[in-house]
Structure formats: structure tokens, C-alpha cells
């Protein structure tokens, strides 16, 4: 006999009710969500106002010109070929659990059990990385308009504080209009990026040649003595300056997560997600070109280990320069915005499953369908993470910040990685949904597979000579702890797997009922 769900006095069953029902859930988060809302918060995620402004110096550092230019849109397209295999997994399967619901059910609870965890830490690294850039920032806004401010560390951390709170507040109490504050998001990005290109094809009075952003190789790092032909550059130095686009480009999976708010779910999601991606890789290249091509002053951006402000400090006059960094704090404001949406749905859905720790409590929604309590300790957690940010490197750079955003990297994309493998092992028993890959799903899934893969390797590795443990120079500060923070969560998951949770644990737990015909 067929089985259907029994729809509730409180709750209609619509077409994307009724496809949650059969997913298993009750339709308890609010589906006021449009496409493009849905759309609009992965747009803002990946936020080219945020990861481009942020982490350029990853890039300038470790490859130069050359790891911006030819980087980007090639690093870009591998990110696509991933976004094109969640988004088929997010059609057959629309649910704010996402990742670890499809690997769960693709595979076994084990599978749902690492990759959520793997999620949720990502999700809470990229909300640490993007609000701490943001304070970054705002930091050195302040410190342009106001004489007295002296743009501390300490300072930095104090505004990373605030803005988190800030955020948690907005998700919370702005239940209303935080889908349209998406959409604004979107906007503001568009037109924020064409103003900053505009600024820096206008205001400089000199710009590099296009040889010097096709074909100028740097190697800063500190690895390989400066050389940039040898084999350190070519298979360490460079593809750690790919850390730019590998970070910018993620958090798309924010698509899915806020599935059970977006109408018409199957299409939209899907649609949502890899366009984010697309559009994102088109603007971010045209806005870090637009970067290089005013990069006249190199020694004033070596000096400031290549933050990208140096750039636009020594290239604008002081007005233009102001406007373009207040132009990107606010993008990364509503960056971080997004991602506690993102991260809070998460962690929800994971709860709702008993996945959590004190799960009861943060599956619970409000009286208007917000997970507050998902939302409060996720963003507790990204400020515990972000801690060792207090401490000054003897390095020069952020490598705190860093480390935080190699944790995220590797939180995502290796979440990313297990369903995709999945779906690959599943072949033709896979039910696709509205949008699918059909026979490509082979090709473009062991690419994806392949990519995470080799991103995986490089991103625990150290980031400059002094985290290398035995080094001369050897200095904790400068270590990249993000191996210890992802492989640490790891151990402590993997422990509680076999001592515990696979006795528990069965995978997504049903929150309807069904009833035969």
C-alpha cells in the first residue's frame, strides 16, 4: 500500500510539504523563501566583498599575480564541477540538513555521522573567518576616519565580538525581513563590486601592465629562498596561494540548508547553488584584476604582507580609498549575516536528528519558527574558535586567520566530498530529482572527488617556515592549527562514534507520521 503523510491543521501540505513529509519532517521552519532569496544567501556567503578583500594576500604571497589571474578562474571551475554535483543532491533531497542528510541516506548513519560534524565545523569556521575579516576592516575603517583610533589587535577582536553578536541578534529577531535583507545582500555585492572596479580603473594615475597580472610570479613565503621556477613553487608555494579562491568560493551549500524555507525547493535550491558559484567566479576575477592592474606600489604591498588595503591606500587618494574599504565592510557584514543563518540551520537540522549534544535544546524553534537557541551556540562556538586570533604572529601575517579559514575549507569541502562519493557508489539506483546531471554525474563526480582530495592535503599544511615544526625559527604562533582543530573534532567524533553513538544514532530520525491509504 502507498504511504502518505497527513497534513497538519497547522501547516497546509503544499507540494514542498509534502516532499519534506516524504523526506521524513514536518514543515516547521517558515517557507516564505523566494529563488532568489535562496540564491541570494549563498551569493552573499561566498561573498566576493569579503574572501576577496581578505584573503588576497594568501594569494599574493604565495604566487603572485600569476595565482590571482590564472588561479582564480581555474580553481573557479573545479568549485563549479562540485556545485554542479550538490545541486543535483540537493534536488532529490531539499532539506536544511543537507549534507549529512544526503550522505545518510545515500549511505549508512556512519556516513551522515562524520559528514555533519564535518559540516558544522566548517560552517562554524567560515561565520568565524568572514566576521573576523569583517572586524579586520572595520578595524582599519575606524582607524582611517578617526585619528584616535589606533587599530589594534585587541581592538580587531573586541569588533569580531560585537558583530557576532550583532549577527546572532538579526537571525534572531529579525525573523521578518532576513530574507529580504538577503536579497539587499545580493545588491549590494553587485553594485558594491562595480563601484570598487570603477574606483580602480578611474581614480589611479598609473596601472601594471597586462604582462605584469598574466605573468608575474612572487614567492613570499618564505619556502624555496624566494625562487619562483623550482618545483617548491610550483607543487607548494602555488597552490597555497589557491587558499584565495578555494575559501571565497565556499559556503554554497547554504542552498541547501535553507531548502525547507525556499518554495519550490527542488528547482530553486538547485538552481540557487551553482549559480552562486558562476556568478561569483565571474565577479570575483573582474574585481581581483581590477586589484593587480592597480597594484603599482609592489613594495608597499610586500611591506604589508600583502593585504589587499596597502593596495588601495597606495593606488586612491585618501576619500577613495575610505569608500572602498566601507564599500567592503559592509558586504562582509551581510556576509556573516548569512552565514549565522546558514550555520544555525544547520546545526538545527543536525539536532533535530539527536546528533548534538544537548540536542533537545537546540532543535527547538520559537513561537515564529526561528531555531534561536541553534543560532546562540553555533555563534558561541565560532568565538571560542577564533581565540587564538589574540595572539600576535612573529610571522607578520594573520596566521591565525588562516588557520580559521583552512579549518573552514576543509570542514566544507570535505563534508562535500563523502555524499559526492556516495552518489558515485549509488550509480543507477540514485532517484534524481527535477534537476539532475544524468550520465555526466560520473565524470563530473570523480573530478569533484579528486579536487577535494588534493585540496584536503594542502590546506594542513604549514603556511610560512616558522610553523614548520624543527625550523629555525620555530614559533607556536605561526602554526596552521587547522589540522589539529579539524583532526582534533575527528578524533573526538570517531571515539564517541564507536564507543557511543553507533548504538544511538540511526540517521535522520522521521518527525511525521505515515498512514496507509
Not at 589587535?153 to 532576513?178: E, K, M, P, S, Y
Not at 608555494?237 to 519550490?264: K, M, N
Amino acid at each position: 500500500m502507498a504511504t502518505t503523510p497527513v497534513p497538519t491543521a497547522e501547516q497546509p501540505m503544499d507540494d514542498d510539504a509534502r516532499r519534506l513529509a516524504e523526506l521524513g519532517y514536518k514543515q516547521e521552519l517558515r517557507r516564505k523563501w523566494s529563488g532568489f532569496s535562496n540564491f541570494a544567501i549563498s551569493f552573499s556567503i561566498i561573498s566576493i566583498l569579503a574572501g576577496c578583500f581578505t584573503t588576497f594576500g594568501q594569494a599574493w604571497n604565495n604566487g603572485g599575480p600569476v595565482a590571482i589571474s590564472w588561479g582564480w578562474p581555474l580553481i573557479s571551475l573545479f568549485i563549479l564541477i562540485i556545485g554542479f554535483c550538490m545541486a543535483e543532491l540537493v534536488s532529490a533531497y531539499p532539506t536544511a540538513g543537507g549534507i549529512y542528510w544526503w550522505a545518510a541516506t545515500m549511505g549508512r548513519p556512519v556516513h551522515g555521522w562524520f559528514t555533519g560534524w564535518l559540516n558544522l565545523i566548517g560552517l562554524v569556521a567560515v561565520t568565524a573567518s568572514v566576521d573576523y575579516g569583517c572586524a579586520t576592516f572595520l578595524n582599519l575603517t575606524l582607524s582611517a576616519l578617526f585619528d584616535g583610533w589606533a587599530g589594534t589587535l585587541r581592538q580587531a577582536f573586541v569588533l569580531f565580538v560585537i558583530i557576532l553578536v550583532l549577527h546572532g541578534l538579526i537571525n534572531i529577531f529579525g525573523h521578518r525581513i532576513i530574507d529580504v535583507l538577503q536579497n539587499v545582500s545580493v545588491w549590494w555585492h553587485v553594485a558594491g563590486a562595480a563601484v570598487v572596479v570603477a574606483i580602480l580603473v578611474f581614480v589611479p594615475d598609473n596601472h601594471q601592465s597586462f604582462q605584469f597580472v598574466f605573468t608575474e610570479r612572487f614567492n613570499n613565503s618564505g619556502f624555496g629562498d624566494g625562487d619562483v621556477g623550482g618545483l617548491t613553487f610550483w607543487f607548494y608555494v602555488l597552490p597555497l596561494g589557491f587558499l584565495l579562491t578555494q575559501y571565497t568560493i565556499t559556503g554554497f551549500d547554504a542552498c541547501a540548508h535553507v531548502s525547507e524555507e525556499t518554495r519550490g525547493a527542488s528547482q530553486a535550491a538547485a538552481r540557487g547553488l551553482w549559480q552562486s558559484i558562476f556568478y561569483s567566479a565571474v565577479g570575483g576575477w573582474i574585481l581581483l584584476l581590477a586589484f593587480l592592474f592597480a597594484a603599482t606600489d609592489v613594495e608597499a604591498v610586500n611591506a604589508a604582507g600583502g593585504f589587499s588595503g596597502a593596495i588601495f591606500e597606495s593606488a586612491l587618494t585618501p576619500v577613495f580609498f575610505k569608500i572602498v574599504i566601507i564599500i567592503s565592510t559592509i558586504g562582509q557584514f551581510f556576509c556573516g549575516m548569512s552565514c549565522v543563518t546558514s550555520m544555525s540551520r544547520m546545526a538545527y537540522a543536525f539536532s533535530r536528528d539527536r546528533a548534538v549534544p544537548g540536542w533537545r535544546l537546540w532543535s527547538k524553534v520559537d513561537r515564529n519558527g526561528t531555531p534561536v537557541n541553534a543560532i546562540i551556540g553555533a555563534t558561541l562556538a565560532g568565538l571560542v574558535l577564533t581565540l587564538p586570533a589574540l595572539y600576535e604572529s612573529s610571522a607578520g601575517i594573520p596566521i591565525a586567520f588562516y588557520a580559521v579559514v583552512s579549518v573552514a575549507v576543509l570542514g566544507l569541502y570535505l563534508s562535500f566530498l563523502i555524499p559526492i562519493a556516495l552518489r558515485l557508489r549509488m550509480g543507477d539506483r540514485f532517484v534524481p530529482g527535477p534537476w539532475t546531471l544524468g550520465r555526466k554525474y560520473k565524470l563530473l563526480g570523480w573530478i569533484a572527488v579528486i579536487e577535494i582530495a588534493v585540496i584536503a592535503v594542502y590546506f594542513v599544511l604549514p603556511i610560512v617556515p616558522a610553523g614548520v615544526p624543527g625550523n629555525d625559527g620555530f614559533t607556536w604562533s605561526a602554526v596552521n592549527y587547522a589540522p589539529l582543530a579539524v583532526g582534533g573534532v575527528l578524533l573526538v567524533v570517531a571515539v564517541w562514534w564507536y564507543a557511543s553513538a553507533r548504538t544511538w544514532f540511526t540517521g535522520p530520525v522521521r518527525t511525521v507520521e505515515e498512514h496507509s491509504d
